[in-house]
Every structure is written in structure tokens, then in C-alpha cells.
Nanobody
């Protein structure tokens, strides 16, 4: 049974930082690409960042230069370091696993999400 469990969300002031973690189990983590997505109220789920099996990364334009995605295959964990946070970054953040790195939502497995709220 595949499980993806996000943690690290919370309330932060604009300009602050948070680090999200996603611990994976039940799959061969190193063989999967991992993505981070977010969904704000009333909006569609959107891709934020992703990291391939070979550590190649992709970012949405809105977070490029502020967010950094990384993975630790020894810990079966993917991270999202978020700096210079803005109120518009407020959303539920999800991690997901897929066999190939992609920026759409066609991922095989999803976590339950963690809330990030950025106050102005």
C-alpha cells in the first residue's frame, strides 16, 4: 500500500520560509519522479515543482527562484523549501509520485495535503 505523508505546513508571515516534507512508503521511491502541487480555495490544483529520478527539477514560473525541490532517496523523502513566501502562495500543498516527471496532474499516487497559509 503506497502512502505519501506531507508535513511542515503552517502559518507564516509574508517574506518568511517553510520547508515541506513528504515521506513515501510502499513504493520503490528512487524509481519515481516526485511532484509538489497546490490548490487554493476555488482554484484548480496546479503544479509547483517536481524532481525526476535523476534529480532534474522543474518549477512553475510563479515560484521559480523562491522554491527549491529536492529528494533524499535514502530517506524516501522529497522536500520543498519555500522562501520569500507571498500571500498568494496560500494553499493546500500535495506531493505526488509518478513514473515520469510531468507538470500535469496525471500522477499515480497522492498525499493527503498540508495547509500553508501566508499572512500579509
Amino acid at each position: 500500500q503506497v502512502q505519501l505523508v506531507e508535513s511542515g505546513g503552517g502559518l507564516v508571515q509574508a517574506g518568511g520560509s517553510l520547508r515541506l516534507s513528504c515521506a513515501a512508503s510502499g513504493l520503490t521511491f528512487s524509481t519515481y519522479a516526485m511532484g509538489w502541487f497546490r490548490q487554493a480555495p476555488g482554484k484548480e490544483r496546479e503544479s509547483v515543482a517536481g524532481v525526476a529520478r535523476n534529480n532534474m527539477t522543474i518549477y512553475a514560473d510563479s515560484v521559480e527562484g523562491r522554491f527549491t525541490v529536492s529528494r533524499d532517496n535514502a530517506k524516501n523523502t522529497v522536500y520543498l523549501q519555500m522562501n520569500s513566501l507571498k500571500p498568494e502562495d496560500t494553499a493546500v500543498y500535495y506531493c505526488a509520485a509518478a513514473t515520469t516527471l510531468r507538470s500535469d496532474t496525471q500522477y499515480d499516487y497522492w498525499g493527503q495535503g498540508t495547509q500553508v497559509t501566508v499572512s500579509s
